[in-house]
Structures are given as structure tokens and as C-alpha cells.
């Protein structure tokens, strides 16, 4: 289940017709009843079905099915209802090979959904799930590089859509499609599932869909899943549409997360949107510290557990140390605080003046290969929180 939160923001999406929201008055209507799965709606082509073998085999030997044996191996049913975004991204994720550097159970490192909490805590996930630009913060602070694509009633959204399905079918890289469910004539309402294959030729994409205790995998039209996309996704006021996932070229450090934990996910976007104009204001250390000091306390520091990943976190934790401004600052806060506030000052280097970075004997240019893949990283999340649309 996607974020259902309500917004009273003028959209540029497509509300969806009345004759396929009726699907989701029936599945509320029902909630007292019990379930075991429900049939697939007219249209969609079961996996297991003789239909579905020929489609698949087909696909197959038109060589578009590449990235469905990695995405097979780590096919995962969502632990909880509103955990289809984790679920899906534990399939992509470890499908991509990517090693989290922390410990699941026991000596293992592998992505189950309580390894992903940074971004948003589980507890808010649970209560009310992820929307698109959630979901991708998630993927990028857990070593996944993202491209964000909204859907849009436009034939070059159509292309870029069968684009993407066509890149998906590579062993390198995973599409996670956020669809309304109405849209294809299922129950429910806003849903993340990743797709397993593509037939060109009939126009058909294969939905692994991580409820499976729901709906088994299927093949669908690709315009009606992707028509599916441009449904508004009420937490933002924004379509849904999907996210393409590879593994991040570069580094594997991933030690420091962005959190929301205390504060709305858009009250931190509005912050951090107001910091660069605070910030311009700062002209004395101890106000720049101040002034980047609320968003530092929202980030925190993963130990890795990986021993690749804990060497090359201390590497980048030794540039930060190393830095001209980390001495004065940690003389105003705590060791640890003050590398986060001086790594967040590195990301932002470009956007300060001239006379703050002398202050700081900060040059706009860190050359610190152990450091530049936090940076990436922190970076990313923060430009993924800034993309969300004021409340």
C-alpha cells in the first residue's frame, strides 16, 4: 500500500474513472471478511496459466526476459499490508546483488524490510506506507543509483515507460512500477510492485506482484499499467509512475542515513528548503553551525558490519576529521555531531559564499575518494527531499 495521506494541493494528475474506483469501495466494504486471494481481473494474463507459459516463452526468446531469473531468485511476499514498497524493494535490491554491509540474522548481510529504515521509520511505513519519492530516498541510502519517472498522460511518458521496461530486462537493472491498482481492475488503491519482463511484440509486462496472498504474478497491458500510473497519489498531489534501479558504480560506504523520525516528512523538506536562505545570513562559525545544526540531527551514522564497509566509512570519516573546519566545530558539539554537520557543509559547499567558506577553510572541491561516496549519497537523498512539493 502507497501513502494514503490527505492533500488539498491542486494536482496535475489524472483521477481515476469512476467504474474502476468502484473496486475499491467493495475491497473496504469487505474488511470484516477473510480472504484467501482474489481472482485477477479480466485482461490480466496469470503467470501459471498455459497462456501465460506462451507469453513467457515467447519473451523469452525474443531475449527480453534477462532480469527475470535474478528478480525469480529473490521473489518476496510484503510482511505487512503496507509494506509493498520494502517488499518490493527487497527484491530489487538483492536481486541487484547489492551487500547491505549490515547484519540480518546470525553471520548473514542480506536486505529484508527492517533493514530498510532510513528515510522513513517502519512504524510510519506500517501506519500509512511510501509514496514514489519515499520509496526512491530508501533505494539510494541502501546503494542503489535511481531514476524517478512520473507518469503522464503524454506520448513521450508512453515511450519512456517502454524504454524502461526494455532497460529492465537486463540483468543490471530493476523497474518498480507505483500503479493504482483501480487503473488495472484490482482492489485496492496505490501499490509498488517490481516487473519481471517485457513482451515487446504483445505489448505485455510482467507484474511480480509482492502480495502475492493477493494476486498471483500476471501479465498486463503495458498502457493500461501504465495508464495505472498517472493516478494521483494523495500523501502528494502528485502521479505515481516508477522508479529504474542499478547498482551504484561506485562505493560502498553508506554510513551516513537521512532520518525523519519526530518530524513529517514534508516539515523536514520545508526545512531544508529554508537552509540555503538561513544559511546567507550565517556569517560567524558558531552561526553556521547553528543554522545547519536541526538538519544534522536528522542525520544519523550506520555502523557497517561488512568489513569492506567499515573500512571505507572510517576512510570517509577520517577526510571528514581531516577537514580545516572540524577541529572548531567539534569544540561546539559532540565528535560525531560535528562530522555530520561538516559533511552536510561539504554537500552544500557550492550554494555558500565565499566568506563563509573561508571561515570554514573549506575549498568548493573535496578530491577525497573515501569521502565522495557519502557525499553521493547524502546528496541524493537530500535533492529527492527538496523535489517534494511544499504542503
Avoid at 314 to 326: K, W
Wanted: with cysteine.
Amino acid at each position: 500500500m502507497m501513502a494514503s495521506r490527505k492533500s488539498d494541493r491542486a494536482t496535475d494528475c489524472v483521477p481515476l474513472p469512476a467504474v474502476l474506483t468502484s473496486a475499491v469501495s467493495l475491497y473496504t466494504a469487505g474488511m470484516e471478511t477473510t480472504l484467501y486471494r482474489r481472482p485477477l481481473p479480466a485482461g490480466a494474463i496469470a503467470f501459471s496459466s498455459s497462456e501465460g507459459r506462451q507469453v513467457f516463452a515467447e519473451a523469452l526468446a525474443a531475449g527480453s526476459l534477462d532480469g527475470y531469473f535474478r528478480l525469480a531468485e529473490q521473489f518476496h511476499t510484503q510482511s505487512d499490508p503496507a509494506f509493498c514498497g520494502l517488499g518490493s524493494l527487497v527484491v530489487a535490491l538483492n536481486a541487484l546483488a547489492i551487500d547491505p554491509g549490515r547484519l540480518w540474522k546470525g553471520p548473514w548481510r542480506w536486505f529484508s524490510e527492517d533493514l530498510l529504515d532510513c528515510c522513513v521509520p517502519l512504524d510510519q511505513v506500517r501506519a500509512r506506507g511510501l509514496s514514489l519519492d519515499e520509496l526512491a530516498c530508501l533505494a539510494r541510502c541502501n546503494g542503489a543509483e535511481v531514476e524517478l519517472q512520473r507518469g503522464a498522460l503524454e506520448p513521450a511518458n508512453l515511450s519512456n515507460f517502454r524504454a524502461a521496461l526494455s532497460h529492465s530486462a537486463s540483468a543490471a537493472r530493476v523497474l518498480i512500477a507505483a500503479y493504482d491498482r483501480a487503473g488495472l481492475g484490482q482492489t485496492g488503491s496505490g501499490h509498488f510492485s517490481p516487473i519481471a519482463g517485457y513482451h515487446p511484440d504483445r505489448d505485455l509486462a510482467l507484474v511480480l506482484d509482492v502480495a502475492r496472498f493477493k494476486y498471483p504474478p500476471h501479465w498486463i497491458p503495458v498502457e493500461r499499467l501504465w495508464r495505472a500510473t498517472h493516478a494521483c497519489d494523495p500523501a502528494t498531489g502528485l502521479a505515481r509512475g516508477w522508479l529504474l534501479l542499478r547498482a551504484r558504480a561506485e562505493g560502498i560506504a553508506l554510513g551516513f542515513s537521512l532520518r525523519c523520525e519526530g518530524v513529517g516528512w514534508q516539515t523536514l523538506a520545508a526545512r531544508l528548503r529554508a537552509l540555503p536562505k538561513e544559511l546567507e545570513r550565517a556569517t560567524e562559525l558558531n552561526g553556521i553551525v547553528q543554522t545547519v545544526l536541526p538538519l544534522a540531527q536528522h542525520v544519523e551514522l550506520r555502523e557497517p558490519s561488512a568489513p569492506a564497509h567499515r573500512e571505507a566509512l572510517a576512510g570517509a570519516r577520517a577526510a571528514l576529521r581531516a577537514e580545516l573546519a572540524y577541529s572548531p566545530i567539534a569544540q561546539l558539539v559532540r565528535p560525531e555531531l560535528a562530522e555530520i554537520i561538516v559533511l552536510l557543509l561539504r554537500v552544500m559547499v557550492d550554494e555558500m559564499q565565499s566568506a563563509q567558506r573561508a571561515t570554514l577553510g573549506m575549498s568548493e572541491v573535496s578530491h577525497d575518494l573515501a569521502l565522495a561516496s557519502e557525499l553521493d549519497n547524502v546528496r541524493a537523498q537530500l535533492s529527492a527531499l527538496t523535489s517534494l512539493p511544499p504542503e
